[in-house]
Every structure is written in structure tokens, then in C-alpha cells.
């Protein structure tokens, strides 16, 4: 949720907060730090942590919900989304429980046994080195995750 940051020479709170695509005024209440402060190279501040995933977020499951609704809402396969998470077709979903979900624009791909990269390719419907682009080692092990982001 948090990390530190190291303030670097010639860094002012609005600089900061601009290369993280915060308010001046979020750092400022976070680190009890009065706009227009001078910050000195050298000093630790503590900044929000960016969404490190690209590719996924949490979703927390809710009353009433199940994987069919989650899936169509976010216009991913069933299957697919219960692959990803782990889960069988006749597993439960509870309340609370937090699942992974694409992001807008994302597509995923899990492998299965003797799946090619031309299989990977036709299924995302572009070229290798695009998907090589973004997926730092493929093996095509079964139930690999392979992404892709428009």
C-alpha cells in the first residue's frame, strides 16, 4: 500500500507527486509535510505504493456473487477466470474472498498440454513478438499464464 522514497536532489512535494500521478495535497497529509516544505536530498518520505500488476486486480467476492456474473461483467471466460484463480468448476466462491481479474484491455491465456506458440498466437491474434513482448519467459508448460494487453 506504502513504500519509501528517497528524496533526490532538486525534488519538491509537487515534482514528487507529479512522477507518482498523486495530488500535492495526498503526500503532504501522508507524510505531515506542509506544502511549499523544502525537501532535502537525502530524506526518506513515504509515498503510495503504484498498482505493481499491469496486467490484474483484486476483486472482493460479494453476497450473492458468483463466477458466471464476475465473468461476464468483466467480458472474461468462466473457465478462464477459475483457471486463473485457482479454482475448479465445482468450487465455492464466499464473500470477502479476493480473486484476480483482468484489467481493462488485458487478455490472458493458460496453457494446456501440448499447446504451440501459434496456438498462444492465433488465440491473441498477433504476432510473437508481441506476446514475447510481455511475458518475460514462455515455456508452454500446461497451465502457464501468457498475457497480452492491447
Known amino acids: 500500500m506504502y513504500t519509501i522514497y528517497q528524496v533526490q536532489n532538486g525534488d519538491t512535494l509537487a515534482s514528487v507527486a507529479n512522477k507518482l500521478g498523486i495530488s500535492v495535497e495526498v503526500l503532504s497529509n501522508l507524510n505531515g509535510i506542509m506544502i511549499g516544505s523544502v525537501l532535502n ?63 481493462k484491455d488485458v487478455m490472458f491465456y493458460i496453457t494446456e498440454a501440448d499447446d504451440t506458440l501459434d496456438d498462444v498466437m492465433k488465440f491473441f491474434n498477433v504476432d510473437a513478438n508481441k506476446i514475447v513482448s510481455q511475458n518475460k519467459t514462455i515455456y508452454l508448460i500446461n497451465d502457464q499464464l501468457i498475457v497480452y494487453k492491447k
Do not use: H
Not at 490484474?56 to 460479494?62: A, D, M, T
Not at 456474473?69 to 464473500?95: C, F, H, K, M, W
Open 41 to 103: 536530498p537525502g530524506d526518506f518520505i513515504v509515498v503510495p505504493r503504484k498498482d505493481e500488476n499491469p496486467y490484474f486486480r483484486g476483486y472482493v467476492v460479494k453476497k450473492g456473487d458468483n463466477i458466471y456474473e464476475i465473468a461476464r461483467t468483466y467480458n472474461v471466460s468462466p473457465s478462464q477466470l477459475l483457471r486463473l484463480n485457482g479454482l475448479n468448476d465445482t468450487d465455492l466462491i464466499y464473500p470477502n474472498q479476493k480473486i484476480m481479474i483482468p484489467k
